[in-house]
């Protein structure tokens, strides 16, 4: 999950001087900081370290990330002649991602490496608002007020963000994670008319590539299912919805991913082993169930209770 390394002492020493969107495009780096907190923890799978927003930079685009806030574009996309104008994925540009993922598998040995992309509306909303947003609203207007520039940037966004998921897999990683992150803005009806078609053609980059693939949102619990129907093995969970809640929604031939609340890391250890327990119960209803968090580690969180859940999570599961 976004942030997972950034509670830990040693990541932040390793990113002193680069900036982050350089940390993921130096292969070294990136592989490194992919290992740090599966050394650390034990945890059973490692997740890539990189940022969605790599193959908007990748293709050109002026994105940077800002401490503290997130994805930032000067320039925002927001009409016709913005979206033509946008330049198309050189192939070769993701070879620092190719590399990276390469060393860290080699590393890895038998842990998995899940690796991801941010979904075509998630992107979308970063290039049309300049950055971070609650609500998404210039997005979710250009979806309504002019859907050929609609299909045209959200069909840009699946092609890259598709090839970058790609790129990951045939290096060696052994799952696909896609986030959309703020599906949860939209009704039922604008995901699936006009949003989860993209999501499907982003993954059809890597279908043939035969790995299990998860889907997660934030405050997406009215969609699950809909989200279940781009084609995926998983769905992820976040913390708002219980797990055999979920699975009620997706039905039995869905495995779920989750929903550990956030929150609870800074309780007292007796207060989040009793939601622990409750998150693997529930989990039994799914056909399998992967145990993560309902959304990113924050970065104040104190390294050694990630490691007591996993040791927990080891001895009781
Ligand atoms: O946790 C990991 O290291 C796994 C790799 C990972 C990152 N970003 C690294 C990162 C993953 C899977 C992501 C995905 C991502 N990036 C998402 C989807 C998942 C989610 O959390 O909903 C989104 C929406 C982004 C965009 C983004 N990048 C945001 C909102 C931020 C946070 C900005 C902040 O400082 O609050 C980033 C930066 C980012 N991406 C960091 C990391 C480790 C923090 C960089 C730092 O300050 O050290």
Known sequence: MRQAGRSLPEYRELRVGTDMLDACLNPELASEITLQPVRRHGVDAGIFFSDIVIPVR?????????????????????????????????????????????????????????????????????????????????????????????TALLTWCAGITGAFLAAQIEAGASAGQLFDSWAGSLSLADYTAHVAPFSTLALDAVR???????????????????????????????????LDEAVRRVGPDVTVQG?????????PWPVLEAHLVDVLRRGQAARAHVLNLGHGVPPDTDPTVLTRIVEFVHAHA
Request: hydrophobic share 50%; charged share 20%; net charge negative.
């Open 58 to 150: 990748l293709s050109g685009v002026d994105v940077r990330i800002v401490a503290g806030r997130g994805p930032v574009l000067d320039d925002p996309v927001r009409t016709a002649a913005d979206v033509a104008a946008l330049p198309p994925l050189d192939p070769a540009a993701l070879a620092p991602i190719r590399e990276a993922v390469a060393l860290t598998v080699a590393q890895l040995g038998a842990t998995p490496l899940i690796g991801f992309a941010g979904a075509p509306y998630t992107l979308a909303s970063y290039l049309v608002e300049g950055g971070p947003s609650k609500e998404q609203l210039k997005t979710r207007a250009l979806m309504h007020s002019d859907p050929e520039t609609w």
């Open 208 to 242: 043939e590539l035969d790995v299990p693939l998860i889907h997660f949102g934030v405050g997406t619990g009215e969609l699950l299912a809909a989200m279940r129907d781009v084609g995926v093995d998983a769905v992820g969970v976040d913390w708002r919805l219980p």
């Open 259 to 267: 929903n550990i609340d956030p929150a609870l890391l800074r309780a």
